[in-house]
């Protein structure tokens, strides 16, 4: 039988796609290599000896490829790359979570219409190939939530802040230094990553699509040293947590800073790395764990995506074809821990009932239970403020 041979264009040699490069070049594997680079500055001196062009006409209409790989950061461009791949019958893999957190269902649709796969493990939880696990084994009704830390550029600062006593901008910069985050940090810090990474999940976990704008996304920018001594004082760790969990025929979704316990799987996840505990309703707690950021772990995930194609692999999306979907609510009560600096801020909440209240002239907190549509309601707001939000879950 001849061996099936993929011949890649890959858009994008950033962190990734370098990675990719350089764990190609140190497997060196018979049956899959990188014809040409697509960039949007060719005049940029880069260690690779392989074509580089800023035309993706050139990938696209270059005989020899047979396979797209697209590892950029701009998500227009980004999908105009997937789409166009599916169209002309050329199986994708993708690595840009917020094209994909928009556009997922559409571009499941075009899998099908064309018959070519798209695969994106990648993008989900770097090195964790959480997706296709979802796919092949948890393919069921007996799931009942996934929760986790799903980014790794956060989870490295707070590590370095609870374990090193660091603070926020050295342990912040010192991420920037390493690679594990950008120059720009507000995509990691803010929560907007993981937030897409969590609707990406969803769609496998539970058949169900809820677009970015309705899930309550809070993150780490505003945490002071007030929150830290908070945690520390409780025994719990703030850790910027993702979650997706079904009661009954609902499904509810977040991702903001929870105080987490010394008994959770999460609470001793450190540095760039991933957690994921996968519940299920027999089977109680399956625990997943690795890298989620930097250059080589990632880049052998999409690697891992690609060889995938080497067996015509594809996902199925067994859970969207299921006829019984959890809906999506927000009409749930939970405990938050909330400090805000100005006492006029005390009122931008509306506590159902509060547990614990602190007042002094620079540190300020409330205890208590919330709705979770009204925090989606008022997010925006919150985020212009000097506040602070964190689930305090009872346990």
């Known amino acids: 039988m001849k061996q099936k041979k993929i011949n890649i264009g ?3 040699f950033g962190t990734v796609g370098k990675g990719l490069y350089d764990v190609l070049q140190r497997i ?10 697509c960039v949007e500055d060719i005049t940029k001196k880069r260690d690779a000896d392989i074509p580089f062009t800023n035309r993706a006409d050139d990938i696209f209409n270059n005989k020899d490829i047979n396979f797209i790989v697209e590892l950029i950061n701009d998500a227009e461009a980004a999908y105009k790359i997937v789409k166009r791949a599916l169209v002309a019958g050329l199986p994708v893999v993708s690595g840009n979570k917020r094209m994909l957190a928009y556009h997922i269902m559409e571009l499941i649709k075009l899998q099908e219409q064309y018959n070519t796969p798209l695969l994106y493990d990648a993008s989900a939880c770097g090195s964790i190939p959480v997706i296709r696990n979802l796919e092949e084994y948890y393919d069921n009704d007996l799931l009942i939530s996934i929760k986790g830390i799903l980014n790794g550029s956060s989870n490295f600062i707070l590590s370095k802040i609870f374990n090193e006593g660091m603070n926020y901008d050295d342990s912040l910069r010192l991420a920037q230094e390493l690679g594990f985050a950008e120059s720009n940090p507000t995509f990691d810090i803010e929560g907007w990553d993981s937030l897409f990474k969590l609707i990406i999940i969803t769609v496998h976990a539970f058949g169900v699509y809820v677009p970015p704008k ?6 780490i920018g505003h945490m002071n040293s007030y929150d830290i001594q908070f945690a520390n004082e409780k025994g719990r760790r703030i850790k910027l947590v993702g979650s997706a969990e079904k009661m009954d025929d609902k499904l509810v979704l977040s ?6 316990s010394r008994q959770k799987y999460i609470y001793s996840v450190e540095d760039e790395f991933n957690g994921v505990v996968i ?12 890298q989620g950021a930097g250059g080589y772990p990632t880049g052998s995930a999409v690697l891992s995506d ?16 299921n006829p019984h979907h959890p809906h999506y609510t927000t009409d749930i009560t939970f405990r938050i821990y909330f400090r805000f600096t100005n006492e006029e ?13 602190y007042l002094s002239a620079n540190y300020k907190y409330v205890v208590g239970n919330i709705s979770l549509a009204q925090l989606i309601e008022k997010v925006d707001m919150l985020r212009e403020k000097d506040v602070f939000i964190a689930a305090y879950p009872h346990d």
């Open 255 to 260: 991702v903001m800073p929870q105080l987490i």
């Open 306 to 321: 690609i060889t995938a194609q080497l067996y015509d692999y594809k996902y199925e999306y067994k859970k969207l074809n």
């Open 345 to 357: 801020d005390q009122s931008l909440l509306d506590f159902e009932s509060t547990s614990e209240r």
């Open 28 to 37: 060196q594997p018979q049956n899959v290599k990188i014809v040409s680079v």
């Open 279 to 290: 519940k299920g309703l027999f089977y109680y707690k399956q625990f997943m764990f690795g």
């Open 214 to 219: 309705d899930v309550l996304n809070v993150g």
């Open 10 to 12: 890959l858009f994008g």
